[in-house]
């Protein structure tokens, strides 16, 4: 435990080497800030010096004994800390200097809130800020999630919802369709404001979760029927421009997904054609 902590920082880490590491270190902060590196059974060598490495510097490690997933990870991680805001890095991701200060501050100037996110830099083979809608939009929730994999929760919140769910693909975008069903307010850092590096490399890029997105959409739909059933009053509501309201039950939703897609869905982003917020 870190005294005085407001803030944890919660790394899932899956065979992930040297990336946990780069993580950890990306975390600057003037002030205190709990790290949690949860080991979800990671079967190589590799893995394993680096987080004998970070234990060693005094970081927290948390071993499971079997591969449980992400969601399990996650939550472990939330168990073994005490600080009152959780803030998920995945363990090839970048945190932002001072940016968990900022939630931190903007959580608690609105207690209302439950979530605090902002927009985030996508970096691979190019770098892009991804625009992040500024509230919760069931409409586009319904279809896909546009929303930050790196986001600060209350941990009250995490615990009255049960964290993440164990399905292994999806486990974010489940979690905000309940915070949207809920009715969670939420506050964003503010057009621009970038609140962590999100890494693209590799087989992340084609991950394995697209090969069974008709599965999981499946599991979306049957776990938050009431989501889905209010999908016209959803549209009325939501900002989203008329065009991309009709376009994404086609561009998205249940739809078999195509590994070609990232090579599309790059050549968009350099137009600058699907990376705004309405």
Request: glycine share 8%.
């Amino acid at each position: 435990m870190t005294a005085g902590a407001r803030v944890v920082v919660v790394v899932p880490c899956y065979g992930d080497g040297i990336f946990a590491t780069e993580a950890v270190r990306s975390i600057r902060e003037e002030e205190p800030v709990e790290v949690v590196v949860v080991d979800d059974h990671s079967p190589d060598a590799e893995t394993q010096t680096a987080l004998a490495e970070l234990e060693s510097n005094g970081v927290m490690v948390v071993r499971h004994r079997h591969n449980l997933g992400l969601g399990a990870a996650r939550w472990s991680g939330l168990k073994a800390s005490s600080a009152p805001f959780v803030f998920p890095l995945d363990a090839d991701d970048h945190a932002v200097e001072g940016a968990l200060a900022r939630m931190a501050d903007a959580l608690t100037a609105n207690p209302e809130a439950g979530v605090c996110f902002g927009d985030y830099i996508e970096t691979g083979k190019s770098e892009i800020v991804r625009a992040v809608p500024e509230d919760l939009d069931a409409y586009r929730l319904a279809y896909t999630n546009e929303y930050p994999v790196s986001s600060m929760f209350r941990r009250t919140l995490l615990e009255e919802v049960g964290g993440w769910p164990t399905m292994f693909g999806y486990e974010d975008w489940h979690l905000w369709m309940t915070l949207v069903e809920r009715g969670t307010v939420t506050v964003h850092l503010g057009e621009g404001v970038v609140t962590y590096r999100r890494r693209l490399h590799g087989n992340r890029m084609l991950r394995a979760s697209k090969d069974i997105h008709g599965e999981l959409y499946a599991r979306l739909r049957n776990d938050h029927p009431r989501l889905f059933a209010d999908l016209p009053a959803h549209r009325e509501r939501s900002e989203l421009s008329r065009v991309r309201k009709a376009l994404y039950p086609f561009v998205y939703g249940g739809r078999r997904r195509y590994r070609w897609e990232t090579h599309v869905k790059a050549l968009l982003d350099r137009l600058g054609i699907w990376t705004l917020r309405r």
